[in-house]
């Protein structure tokens, strides 16, 4: 089993920054990946950011540029560092972590942190 807990979100300003924390624990070991997705009201969950556990990183069109994610191993925390933030960024951010455990996938999913971006 693994745990999330997301931190950081909140209210900004357009052309602002936040930076969203995830902190994994439990089976930390077992992670393949962590990624950031966010759900805006009324649409679907979307994909923003994601990090393999070798460190190589992929980005939403919509985000490249103005997104970094990160991992600090030793705290077993990703970040997600958003820059230049937009009115259209406000959503709830989710964490997944993808574990793959005798061959089965598992995924993982905190329980979200608001941002909310004013124009």
């Known amino acids: 089993q693994v745990q999330l807990v997301e931190s950081g979100g909140g209210l900004a300003q357009a052309g602002g920054s936040l930076r969203l924390s995830c902190a994994a624990s439990g089976s930390t070991f077992s992670i393949n990946a962590i990624s950031w997705y966010r759900q805006a009201p009324g649409k679907q969950r979307e994909l923003v950011a994601a990090i393999s556990s070798a460190g190589s990183t992929n980005y939403a069109d919509s985000v490249k540029g103005r997104a970094t994610i990160s991992r600090d191993n030793a705290k077993n925390t990703v970040y997600l560092q958003m820059n230049s933030l937009k009115p259209e960024d406000t959503a709830v951010y989710y964490c997944?972590?993808?574990?793959?455990?005798?061959?089965?996938?598992?995924?993982?999913w905190g329980q979200g942190t608001q941002v909310t971006v004013s124009s």
């Open positions: 997944n972590a993808a574990s793959v455990r005798t061959g089965i996938v598992h995924n993982y």
